[in-house]
């Protein structure tokens, strides 16, 4: 595919994972109690955690029935960019940034992900999918567990939202390019 193509569909795929986010926030939205005993802080990071992972484990699907264009293995790449670009580009605590961690912790922990060579290459693009299905089977769980409070809910983003060893590599380098 030609630089300036390849350019026009991540920039097309980029804006389709804005609205897919957007439109992932309607999961739980307040006053419903799985949101209001997560706490007034910790919920406003696990909404944008949900938001950011809901969604991915389905786009396989929605491509095979022509929802959206293009290759899972496209939108794998598209969504890891993403997800980069937001480790990048926000500040350590925002909740984007926790979202975006979230979204690649397991991936690279699991070795799905790899950075070698000063490229990011994914060796598996169905296992991919499956880790980010359990990523947000996990998500949704933090929501339906009754016994979650706020304590417990910013527990969760200590342990789950923050970067992993291997991430902290990635983000080394994506810091300095």
Request: overall charge negative; aromatic content about 2%; cysteine-free.
């Given at each position: 595919m030609p630089e300036?193509?390849?350019?026009?569909?991540?920039?097309?795929?980029?804006?389709?994972?804005?609205?897919?986010?957007?439109?992932?926030?309607?999961?739980?939205?307040?006053?419903?109690?799985?949101?209001?005993?997560?706490?007034?802080?910790?919920?406003?990071?696990?909404?944008?955690?949900?938001?950011?992972?809901?969604?991915?484990?389905?786009?396989?699907?929605?491509?095979?029935?022509?929802?959206?264009?293009?290759?899972k293995e496209q939108w794998a790449i598209a969504m890891l960019v993403n997800a980069l670009t937001g480790i990048r580009d926000q500040a350590e605590g925002d909740p984007y940034y926790h979202a975006a961690v979230y979204a690649v912790n397991e991936l690279f922990d699991k070795k799905v992900v790899e950075f070698e060579n000063r490229q990011l290459v994914i060796r598996d693009y169905d296992q991919y999918y499956r880790i980010q299905q359990k990523a947000a089977a996990e998500l949704i769980a933090v929501y339906e567990n009754p016994d979650m409070n706020e304590k417990r809910a910013a527990a969760w983003i200590k342990t789950n939202c923050v970067p992993s060893p291997r991430v902290k590599e990635v983000m080394r380098f994506l810091k300095k390019s």
């Open positions: 300036g193509e390849r350019t026009a569909v991540m920039q097309n795929m980029s804006r389709t994972l804005t609205a897919l986010h957007e439109l992932a926030h309607i999961v739980y939205l307040p006053p419903a109690k799985e949101t209001e005993r997560l706490g007034a802080e910790p919920v406003i990071t696990i909404k944008e955690v949900g938001a950011d992972i809901i969604y991915q484990p389905l786009v396989p699907s929605v491509i095979e029935k022509g929802g959206l264009s293009g290759t």
